[in-house]
């Protein structure tokens, strides 16, 4: 069965990721018929939009895609194209596994870490509610609902339960917000008591961040706020080799957008030096949604080994190979 995926490239490495990701996808067999559609600079170029409406007519009838990352202007220009995307196609989980990879050095290669992010997706300070009140005055709206709140501990501790994991931790800053942050623990703690099979815990996000650097073979699954997630998630991939490495996915009740956890990295872009492996290993995730189990393996094996080998590797994670040479290997070794 051919299964039809929309391919949104992104900018900066975004393309190249992509690309690689494609040929590797194409490299196991499995049947895809891509809808590719540009987003980002490319998009503005031809049709004056960053996220043209032909993202939402192909993803109207793929429900699935494969999302290369996006650059936003910095304290000026246009909103972000990823915060739009999650927010109008209501991706309200956003799914961070974060695990070493066998082979590949780090400062905490000897720890095993296997922790998994649940990032809430749609509100929080990234509801994009800002205001100058009076001038050298401004106002940025911390949004939290019982809505998003109780759904995605829901998928926390639903997800937990699939995969016999055994411990949910909240991460929030309640002893200052306390009504924002405290109504998202209130909504952990109402669902946490309908799991009492999976342990829970609470930790303040400053202690968080520094127990997931003293210890974080301690950890399971963390679910957090918008903005608490977006730092745990590159705090975590630091520990795991950086964010050339970390996969991610954005969930809603009906569309799935699959994205690394990385930047458009405009440092290296164009150079041929990304490292795919995210990108990689989040395409490794979509084909497991899909119920291409036995791909999704075969794919996941095969990046290890070219980890395992070390010859191959990206410079991010000590090697001196490029996009290409690394992509070879991961084909080679299917
Ligand atoms: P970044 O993730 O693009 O880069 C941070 C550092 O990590 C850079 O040194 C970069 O070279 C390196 N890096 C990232 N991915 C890599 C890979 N696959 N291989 C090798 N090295 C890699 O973060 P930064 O610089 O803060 O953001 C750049 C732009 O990306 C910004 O405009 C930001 O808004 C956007 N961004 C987009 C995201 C998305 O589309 N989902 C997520 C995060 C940032």
Request: overall charge negative.
């Amino acid at each position: 069965m051919s299964h039809h995926i929309t391919l949104l490239p992104g900018d900066g490495i975004g393309p190249e990721v992509a690309d690689a990701t494609v040929k590797v996808i194409e490299a196991l067999g499995v049947d895809v018929v891509w809808d590719r559609v540009d987003i980002g600079v490319e998009a503005e170029r031809a049709t004056g939009k960053f996220l043209p409406d032909t993202v939402y007519e192909s993803l109207e009838k793929t429900k699935i895609a494969l999302k290369g990352p996006v650059g936003t202007p910095i304290a000026k220009g246009h909103p972000s194209v990823n915060v739009a995307l999650r927010k109008h196609l209501n991706l309200f989980v956003n799914f961070r596994p974060v695990k070493m990879l066998p082979g590949l050095r780090t400062r905490y290669s000897d720890v095993p870490i296997d922790l998994v992010i649940f990032r809430e997706n749609t509100e929080d300070l990234y509801s994009g509610i800002e205001h100058e009140v009076v001038t050298d005055v401004v106002e940025s709206l911390k949004v939290i609902t019982k809505t998003a709140s109780m759904r995605i501990a829901k998928a926390a501790f639903e997800w937990a339960v699939l995969e016999g994991r055994h411990k949910v931790v909240a991460v929030h800053k309640a002893n200052i917000m306390k009504m924002s942050d405290g109504l998202f623990l209130r909504c952990c703690r109402e669902v946490a008591a309908g799991f009492p099979q999976i342990e829970y815990g609470e930790l303040i996000v400053d202690n968080a961040c520094m127990q997931l650097v003293m210890r974080p073979e301690t950890f399971d699954v963390l679910v957090t706020t918008n903005l608490y997630g977006d730092i745990v998630s590159d705090l975590t991939a630091g520990l795991v080799g950086g964010l050339g490495i970390v996969p991610g996915a954005n969930l809603g009740d009906t569309c799935a957008v699959f994205e690394a956890v990385h930047g458009s990295a405009p440092d290296i872009a164009g150079k041929g030096l990304a490292n795919p492996t995210a990108l990689m290993q989040s395409a490794r995730l979509m084909l497991s949604r899909l119920g291409e189990r036995e791909a999704a393996r075969r794919m996941q094996k095969a990046i290890e080994a070219v980890y395992a080998g070390g010859k191959h590797l990206t410079h991010d994670v000590g090697g001196s190979a490029g996009t290409k040479e690394f992509t070879q290997a991961v084909i080679d070794k299917l």
